[in-house]
């Protein structure tokens, strides 16, 4: 029986396979709320997404931000073009407007941490050929409320040879702050789980020398990049104060890809501004399995009344969108996420994650060969938490 807090939960599948990977992820959902491991109660919505574009000429009511912030969490499966790009006469959108309400809710709510995990599951599609990839298990903490995705500059002398445009970067000591020491608390929460055998051990090499069993990696390309490069740099080495027990690591951004494909084991929590972080994690979902289990989340650590927001990495996937076909796991575990920030206050939902994650790992273990559909793996999920 469910002795929790009662959830409030805004359900979005939003465009193209965000449908199907919801209605996947509601079914494992289901089977949580039904055996009362969980108090869920999840309000499917049809906006944002191109569908109400097509309808009221806006992704989303005037006033949708408000009616979101009655809810406790949002769980959105995907925004962007509906598909199926087989029909050239689908109504689209261009993606500053498709994919605006996105930032608006990350804006928002301040939404300021974006947490992308890259652990390689059992039968998770390995794509680095060095055995050693097996042992992948990063989490990179994205900044998510500022730096490059301000939206701030213009175009000036539109449509002449003489056009300006100007996309101006903003970067806060205290967003800054915020972010590097969250970083910092989630490898102590990572080196905890290690001392209790929960997560592999591993050594990380620490820049001041010597190895450490839990690493911070600051990614910055300070070098041509020097004023929020330098900024990021003084209040790592601030912050790492806190931390005597964690290892310090910086990456420049183009080495740190290089690194994520030549030496992933080498790393474990990662820290990157807003853009450098969308880019590496894409990198990151492949060295999981692909994005089809790439899972993600928004959240503000230090806010707690503000409705996280749960969606994977991937996106919309049009040119496989309403063919039943997409991996609905990435979306499963980002769900699992979402147990896991409610468990914070909840001590069931903190068990309903566990035990779905590794309902996830039990089917990605056995079915990895066989080809499903969509539907298929959300029922052979809700089978596995069922039985277990
Ligand atoms: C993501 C996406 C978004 C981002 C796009 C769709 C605006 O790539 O969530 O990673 O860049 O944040
Ligand atoms: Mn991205």
Redesign the pocket.
């Known amino acids: 029986m469910s002795n929790g807090k009662k959830w409030q939960i805004a359900v979005i599948p939003g465009d193209g396979i965000g449908h199907e990977v919801m209605a996947a992820t509601l079914t494992v959902l289901d089977v949580l709320s039904a055996e009362k491991a969980v108090d869920l109660t999840c309000n499917e919505l049809p906006w944002p997404s191109t569908a109400w574009h097509q309808k009221y000429g806006e992704m989303m009511p005037a006033d949708g931000l408000q009616q979101l912030r009655q809810y406790d969490a949002i769980l959105l499966g995907a925004l962007g073009d509906p598909g199926p790009k087989s029909d050239p006469n689908r109504y689209v959108v261009t993606d500053g407007i498709s994919l605006a309400p996105l930032l608006e809710i990350r804006k928002g709510f301040d939404l300021w941490a974006c947490e992308r995990p890259a652990r390689l599951l059992e039968g998770a599609r390995q794509y680095l050929a060095d055995p050693r990839a097996k042992g992948v298990d990063m989490l990179v903490i994205r900044e998510n409320s500022e730096g490059e995705y301000v939206n701030q500059g213009g175009r000036l002398h539109c449509g002449t040879p003489f056009e300006i445009a100007t996309q101006v970067e903003v970067f806060s000591r205290h967003g800054t702050e915020r972010l590097i020491r969250h970083a910092f608390h989630r490898a102590q929460q990572r080196l905890e789980e290690r001392s209790l055998g929960l997560r592999s051990t591993r050594a990380f090499p620490d820049d001041r020398g010597g190895q450490s069993q839990a690493q911070v990696c600051l990614v910055t390309k300070r070098n041509a990049l020097p004023h929020w490069g330098e900024l990021y740099s003084e209040v790592f080495a601030e912050v790492a104060l806190e931390f005597p027990d964690i290892g310090l690591h910086h990456e420049l951004v183009d080495a740190a890809c290089m690194k994520f494909v030549q030496c992933p084991w080498q790393f474990d929590v990662v820290v990157a501004s807003n853009l450098q972080g969308?880019i590496l994690?894409?990198l990151a979902a492949v060295l999981s399995g692909g994005m089809g289990v790439a899972s993600s989340c928004n959240i503000n650590p230090d806010d707690r009344t503000m409705p996280a927001m749960f969606e994977p990495?991937h996106g919309s996937a049009p040119d496989i969108a309403g063919e039943d076909k997409a991996d609905p796991r990435a979306m499963i575990l980002t769900a699992a996420n979402m147990l896991d920030w409610m468990g914070k206050e909840d001590s069931n939902a903190a068990a309903a994650a566990n035990n779905l994650r590794h309902a996830v790992e039990q089917d990605l273990a056995i079915a990895h060969e066989l080809e499903r559909t969509t539907t298929e793996t959300g029922r052979a999920i809700a089978r596995i938490l069922q039985s277990s």
Do not use: G, L
């Open positions: 969308d994690t894409d990495t």
